[in-house]
């Protein structure tokens, strides 16, 4: 449900060359680039806007194309830990966001974008070297504006197959959507040593003293965790959960009045593998869905000073998401884009 909302605007971005470039000026350009290639250095200059092609050409001279996950997680992982995110180009202005507020609580070394296309890989990397890993086959720029389509969904549906090569390479995973910004550091509440841990999306309240435990099914047979944040230890039972899900959305693939949202298979894995993995619930109070962070003041201000994480989650549309951080006070690129490690974009 999350996903759709969130992808359910048009793209809010018009950096994509491909209308304009039709097969013969392609070709030009092409070989435009490679003589350019050769004078200009690949990184910082504007013709990686250029590279959002399904398969980047053996002329663009990136080091990143051959860096693999391995080598990308060994570079970001701090004691074992490191903080994944997926992105799609349009997504960048989040990506920055949510990295400001990581940098404020002093984990952004630890973090690893996953890049979507080739364009979020360069972007990233040129900027900050080493910090983003692109799994092939990448989302061509057409389809990566398609938000909702299968196309869409079978790219960025890889997400837990993504977490679990992490876990395999033995690493502990924070998964963050970039919707999100940290307000405090949610490293200590993830008490114990449990194989997952993950936050409700569920706006009902519940006391402050709520269960740790999977909170019992809804009347539909599966619960509703939010997929946005969800911490790993490399354990047996947490490799299970993310096997179960990557069947779950299988077994249940995209279709016209379920596009592109994996959380619903989460759910499924979730309540599935119940009794053979350990997990433990996020207070609620720390880590509320946004159906209760900005839409209840009153809940707001009785757990003020409790929040760690805010989800801008329950809100259709890419500029009606930035206008509500703005609104909120959580839209830190323009006054604050030098605390980023991406600095401030172009
Ligand atoms: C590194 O991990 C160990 C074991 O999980 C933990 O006890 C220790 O405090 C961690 N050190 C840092 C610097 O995070
Ligand atoms: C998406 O994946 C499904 C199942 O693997 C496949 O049948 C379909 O052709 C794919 N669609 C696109 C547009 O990639
Ligand atoms: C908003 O929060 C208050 C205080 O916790 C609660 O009493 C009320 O029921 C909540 N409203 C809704 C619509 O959930």
Redesign the pocket.
Do not use: K
């Given at each position: 449900m999350e996903k759709q909302r969130l992808f359910s605007s048009a793209s809010p971005l018009s950096y994509s060359s491909n209308s304009i470039l039709c097969c013969n000026s392609l070709l030009l350009l092409i070989t435009l680039l490679v003589i350019l290639g050769v004078f200009l250095p690949w990184a910082g200059s504007p013709l990686f806007l250029f590279s959002n092609t399904n398969a980047p050409s053996s002329s663009f001279p990136s080091k990143w194309v051959d860096y693999s996950l391995a080598k990308a997680a060994k570079f970001v992982a701090k004691n074992g830990t490191l903080i994944a995110c997926t992105v799609s180009y349009p997504f960048f202005p989040f990506l920055n966001n949510w990295l400001i507020s990581v940098s404020r609580q002093k984990h952004q070394d630890k973090v690893l974008v996953i890049a979507e296309g080739y364009a979020t890989l360069y972007k990233v990397n040129s900027k900050w070297p080493g910090h983003a890993v692109l799994i092939p086959p990448a989302l061509d720029s057409q389809t990566a504006h398609s938000f909702g389509s299968q196309g869409f969904f079978n790219l960025t549906s890889r997400r837990p197959e993504h977490l679990l090569q992490l876990l395999e390479l033995g690493y502990k995973v924070m998964y963050n959507d970039v919707d999100m910004v940290w307000l405090q550091d949610p490293f200590p509440y993830l008490q114990g040593s449990h194989d997952v841990y993950f936050m409700d999306d569920k706006?009902?309240?519940k006391p402050l003293s709520h269960s740790h435990d999977l909170p019992p099914s809804a009347r539909n047979g599966r619960t509703n965790i939010c997929s946005c944040m969800i911490f790993l230890r490399p354990t047996n039972g947490a490799k299970l959960l993310m096997k179960q899900w990557i069947e779950e959305l299988h077994a249940q693939p995209w279709s016209k009045s379920n596009k592109g949202n994996d959380q619903p298979g989460f759910n499924w894995a979730l309540g599935k593998t119940a009794h053979q993995v350990d997990v433990y619930l996020l207070s609620q109070a720390a880590f509320p869905t946004g159906g209760?962070y900005f839409?209840?003041k009153?809940?707001v201000e009785?757990t003020k000073g409790k929040h760690v994480t805010v989800h801008n989650n329950y809100i259709i549309g890419y500029d009606n998401k930035m206008k509500r951080f703005q609104d909120f006070g959580l839209w830190l690129v323009d006054d604050h884009a030098l605390e980023s490690p991406l600095g401030k974009l172009d």
């Open positions: 706006t009902a309240i209760m839409w209840n009153t809940w009785e």
